[in-house]
Every structure is written in C-alpha cells, then in structure tokens.
C-alpha cells in the first residue's frame, strides 16, 4: 500500500504523457512521506465505453484513485490529495486547450484487516536494490 490507480478516458491519450502523469504521481506518493517506497504502486486503466457531462465525445476524463491504509491523519490525506493533483494538472495543461477534462483525484482508507498481501519489495529494496 498505496496503490495509485490512474483512470482515464481513452480520447485522452493521445493529448497527454501517460508515463509522465505515472511518474508524477509517484512523486506525490513518494514526496508525502507517508509510504514505505516498496509498497508504492502506480497504474493506469484506461476506459474506452462512457459518457461524459452532454456526451460530447471530445470530453475526456482522468480520475486518480488512491487506496491507502487506515492510519494517516486527515490532514495528511487531504495533502496526499492536494498535491497529487495539483502534480497531474500541470500536466494536462495543453491538453485542456484542445478539450473539456474532468479532472479528479480521491483518496480512500482502507481497514487494516481488509487488506491481504505478500510482499517481498522490502527486503529487496533493503539490499540496495533502486528505489
């Protein structure tokens, strides 16, 4: 934990550096503070069916969805999802010349004993492994 997942509307991905919004989310996770890096996860789904606001199909969307462990104060949460969208915006900039974009970021908490994992990123990354 987190897991960053990144949605977005197929229309968009030709304006936009999918790669570049990844990377800035996990900057965002990253900078916070909040998380060990080896639990750090970041990934895009992209939407071909929907329907956006009028239906104009030059609408586009992009949501980041943030699932994180219980724990973390609201303060920390809301500047978790603060600066995690203030980082995808700068980027979309050009984008939104060309077209609407709705633009969302939503951080969730999930319960500790809701959550199930193995994972063996931490002691690799303990043995100098990149970060």
């Known amino acids: 934990?987190?897991?960053?997942?990144?949605?977005?509307s197929a229309n968009l991905e030709p304006d936009i550096g999918l790669r570049a919004i990844v990377d800035a989310v996990h900057k965002?996770?990253?900078d916070s503070g909040l998380f060990k890096i080896g639990g750090i996860r970041v990934r895009t789904l992209r939407h071909e069916i929907y329907k956006?606001?009028?239906?104009?199909p030059e609408h586009a969307f992009?949501?980041?969805?943030?699932?994180i462990?219980?724990?973390?104060?609201?303060?920390?949460?809301?500047?978790l999802g603060q600066t995690t969208l203030?980082?995808?915006d700068a980027l979309l900039a050009a984008a939104r010349e060309r077209r609407g974009i709705a633009l969302?970021?939503?951080?969730s908490e999930i319960g500790h004993n809701m959550s199930f994992k193995?994972?063996?990123?931490?002691a690799q990354l303990g043995k100098g492994g990149a970060a």
Do not use: T
């Not at 992009?62 to 699932?67: E, F, G, M, P």
């Not at 969302?104 to 951080?107: G, H, T």
């Not at 193995?118 to 931490?122: A, C, E, G, M, R």
């Open 86 to 88: 203030a980082a995808v």
């Open 52 to 56: 956006i606001a009028d239906g104009n």
């Open 118 to 122: 193995k994972n063996s990123l931490h």
């Open 28 to 30: 965002s996770a990253v």
């Open 69 to 79: 462990l219980e724990g973390r104060s609201v303060e920390d949460r809301e500047r």
């Open 62 to 67: 992009l949501h980041v969805r943030a699932n």
């Open 104 to 107: 969302s970021v939503e951080v």
């Open 1 to 8: 934990m987190p897991h960053f997942v990144i949605e977005y």
